[in-house]
């Protein structure tokens, strides 16, 4: 027939061009793989035969790979995936919980937990559609940690709720007095906090059911059962007692789940069980049916999560189908059916996340270009003084330094590793501390100019002999770099993963790439000689002689610094090792920072910093950063903090804000969700719920034949507008735009809110919006069945409950363990961060005591920085011009720390080997080898440091206030780890070296060979 023709056709069709679209593919792959892997090699080798350098030929083409494979990465897998810092979303951290008594579908009973099993169970809850990014991983031995990209705080508070419940459902009968009266006679005789009954032999009988709050009425109102009251998790809770029976119908015998409605219009669970279940359920149901003699009804417990939410009478015997009601909210049906769906979890989470970080989208969209800003004008003062100070040498070293971030941005993509904004200051910070390398061999081919020697000698020499220095300099600050991704949180690894592969990169672009540029330069008479700017000529400073002095300043700023610590006491710490609460706040007008110390003052470990985001007026946001009081939850803290702000500022504050526009059409949309309030409606999707009492509700078994809802249909198929209109035919329409993303949930609580008791049909809609979608959206369309005046009343309502709510950019809760913990792991960093690196030299250098110096040069840079950090709570209303807050040290700064222990021993090791070099076979080190050490590199030891101190500026000024306080330390440690690799490291060398011997005049013998 003509319609079985047209549809081989379109087969046919549909064929060709999925082979076509094959073909293309294979194509493309092809192309890209000779890009990447022929096209170097070739070309290389033509290049080395026209440039007559057959020698480089490998390294022509290794450059060309790794440049061409750079590009390709990018060009094909950009954008690369970004921190939640950046991205906006949540971080939360779950503590798994001691295994909870009775049940027997109960998480985490009987020993160990399978984390695997637990990250997959959670998985499926938090992304059951598999489209979002969403990690969940093992954080600690009992932790699991959830990242959640591109969600506002209502989503993160639905998750919250799906999260912490365990999934659990068990089917039990209440325990009466007509068949159970010696059972609860001895139940009733257990302490409170014991909910297990058991035999003699230790078989379960009956256990105490905690009843869910609410529920407490219509569950233990009526019926011959059990009540007490009774501990559970530490919480006072009205029991009810249920009795074991050898049925056991849990969550794991459903086969679907699905919305509906009760016989009153409100929302319930549809339920469904397999096959044999269904026969097992039929023998509970039917064992426990109503006494034909005396009428009396047993009742049917539903158990979720440990907690009885519905307890109604058995009438007759409940085959296959059944139903789950107890005054539910729409909302809480949907979360129910998620969890139900994705399983019960094989551990019992904490009720709240013990960490919390959210991020607002637009935050993250600000602070990448503030820091995408900052990094190009650091890159361009870098380039900018090398090419002007190094002249050619300088044009190699940036492009070495391009090809370094080219390189180190692929990779980041290729592993998939997370940008987060420490990360993309960690490759800020490359910028600076790749050039090193250079300006050590740069230096080095100067002082074998200064000698007379030929160009290609001193490009040989000077790549030779300044290679140990370049090693030494970039393992230690490689090992800090392993260290802080060990002991970081998400935000510190992504900063120790660009610095680790930032570094390691310089090693190859500023070595091995920049000497074949050198080598063939020199060989293609491109270059004849190398001009350089001298911006100190050879000194004579006899910086041994000021060692005393510097040696009493820097004890003097420490010793200030100490007590500016104990001054400040746990104040000084951020919230990741105490716990609390950080909250950015959002202001119509600029504030005086200040007034809001002042009016905050009360808060616990107060510290406010200001907030800048580009083309935005300058105090508008702050930081509120708080310590959570003794026996307080942070969760609970931060709506107390958040409470407390909102009445402080009132109006003061930026709200959420929506707009009412009107609409006169009254047709229907495409995507809607009608909701009428009428019970009588009952077919249709159900509203708001009628709060009603389910005494002597009934459970029966549900017609097989009933028409099914599909959580998976758009709204607009679930109901007919037909069916949802009132009696005048009277309705209001409205669209509704609010300034900020918001979920579907969060817009039908509002609407409800502002209808409060009274009965209106409603639809919610939205062009994108299908049925159990978690997207928010700026925009929805409402339709009351209502006239205009009452429609537009509830509309304005609602507007005035959202312009009621501040909005907080930003959040993150530190819970007290997680802080606990955070500090042993910074105690454990600084301390294998100081031996590994005294390790490493005493190897390196063959002597402890080159790694002692360095331990104590270390120890005075951080302890500098510490006090730096602790004075400037003192100093920031008289230097706020210089951009000094109230600074804590949370991860950040440790992560500074931790860097300025690599970084600052760079000029230190310079120092250090020039000192072995000129002590030669010597037995002893005297005052006149280190000052003749310090003045021979004095000029590299400057412009290493002037370099990376570029970089570290533009972060502290430019950088944003997520960095600001990391930027802060890395400034003091960079200008204090110059100072003191001349005038700490040097002296403290000279002091713990061995002495010569004196002769009988009291006259040390020395011999310098």
Known sequence: SDDESAVENAASETGEATTTTRLMNGLMLVAILALVFVVPVVLGNFLARQWNVPNHSTGISLILFCIITSIVVLATRWPPKLGIDLSGGVIMVYEIEEPTTGGTDTANRGGSVDMDQLIAALSKRVNPSGVKEVTIRRYGPKQIEIIVPEVDEDEVARLERIISSVGTLEFRILANRRDHQSLIERAMQLPPDEQELRDENGNLLAWWVPIAKGKEDSIGSFGEIALREGQYRNESWLQVLVVKDRYDITGEDLARVSEGVDETGSPAVDFQLKAVPAQRFADLTGANAPDPKTGFKRRLGIILDGFMHSAPNL????????????????????????????????????????????????????????????????????????????????????????????????????????????????????????????????????????????????????????????????????????????????????????????????????????????????????????????????????????????????????????????????????????????????????????????????????????????????????????????????????????????????????????????????????????????????????????????????????????????????????????????????????????????????????????????????????????????????????????????????????????????????????????????????????????????????????????GLAAVVALVHDVLTTLSMIALSAYVTSFLSFLLINEFKIGLSVLAAFLTIIGYSLNDTIIVFDRIREIKGKSPYLNGEMINNSVNQTLSRTLITSLTTLFVVLVLYIGGGAGIHAFSFALVVGVIVGTYSSIYIASPVLLWFSPKPPEDENGRKLTHIS
């Open 315 to 850: 009438k007759s015997e409940i085959g296959a189908r059944g139903q789950i009601s107890g005054d539910f909210t729409r909302e809480e049906v949907r979360e129910l059916l998620q969890v139900l769906q994705a399983g019960s979890l094989p551990a019992q989470l904490s009720s709240e996340p013990i960490s919390r970080l959210i991020t607002g989208p637009q935050l993250g969209r600000d602070t990448i270009e503030q820091s995408v800003v900052a990094m190009a004008i650091a890159a361009t003062l870098v380039f900018a003084f090398m090419i002007f100070y190094y002249r050619f040498a300088g044009i190699v070293a940036s492009l070495a330094v391009i090809m370094n971030l080219l390189m180190l941005v692929a990779i980041m993509i290729l592993i998939q590793a997370a940008f987060t904004l420490p990360g993309l200051a960690g490759v800020t910070l490359t910028v600076g501390m790749a050039v090193d390398a250079n300006v050590l061999i740069y230096e080095r081919i100067r002082e074998e100019l200064d000698r007379k020697a030929t160009l290609r000698m001193a490009i040989r020499n000077g790549f030779a002999k300044a290679m140990s220095a370049i090693v030494d300099s970039n393992v230690t600050t490689l090992i800090t770099a392993v260290v802080l991704y060990v002991v970081g949180t998400d935000q510190v690894k992504g900063f120790a993963v660009t610095l680790f592969l930032g570094v390691s990169l310089s090693l190859f672009t500023a070595v091995y790439c920049a000497r074949i540029v050198f080598e063939i330069a020199e060989r293609r008479h491109w270059i004849t000689k190398l001009t350089m700017m001298r911006l100190i000529d050879k000194t004579n400073i006899n910086f041994m002689a000021a060692k005393n002095v510097a040696m009493a300043l820097s004890g003097l700023l420490i010793v200030a610094g100490m007590v500016a610590v104990y001054q400040r006491g746990s104040g000084l710490l951020d919230i990741d090792f105490t716990g609390g609460v950080a909250l950015e706040t959002y202001f119509t007008e600029p504030q005086d920072i200040a007034d809001i110390r002042r009016e905050l003052k009360d808060l616990r470990d107060l510290a406010v910093s200001d907030v800048r985001l580009k083309d935005e007026e300058p105090g508008r946001r702050f930081m509120i950063n708080t310590s959570s009081p003794p026996g307080v939850e942070a969760e609970a803290y931060l709506q107390q903090v958040k409470d407390k702000i909102a009445q402080t500022f009132g109006k003061k504050l930026v709200h959420y804000s929506v707009e009412i526009q009107p609409i006169s059409d009254t047709s229907t949309g495409n995507q809607s969700s009608w909701l009428p309030r009428d019970a009588a409606i009952a077919g249709a999707m159900f509203g708001a719920l009628q709060n009603q009492d389910n005494d002597g509700d009934d459970a029966t078994a549900s017609d097989d034949n009933a028409t099914e809802n599909t959580a998976e249909a758009p709204a607009a198929e679930a109901t007919s507008a037909e069916g949802a209109t009132n009696a005048s035919g009277q309705e209001t329409r409205a669209k509704l735009l609010f300034a900020h993303k918001i979920s579907y949930e969060r817009v039908e609580e509002l609407l409800q809110a502002a209808m409060g008791d009274r009965e209106i049909p409603y639809e919610i809609s939205n062009d994108s919006y299908r049925r159990g979608d978690t997207e928010t959206y700026k925009e929805w369309e409402i339709t009351l069945q209502a006239p205009s005046d009452e429609g537009m009343a509830i509309l304005n309502r609602l507007k005035e409950e959202v312009e009621n709510t501040p909005y907080f950019p930003s959040s993150n809760t530190i819970g007290g363990k997680v802080a606990v913990k955070t500090r042993w792991l910074a105690l454990w960093a600084l301390i294998g961060s100081l031996f590994c690196i005294v390790g490493y030299l005493w190897v390196r250098f063959t002597r402890v005591s080159y």
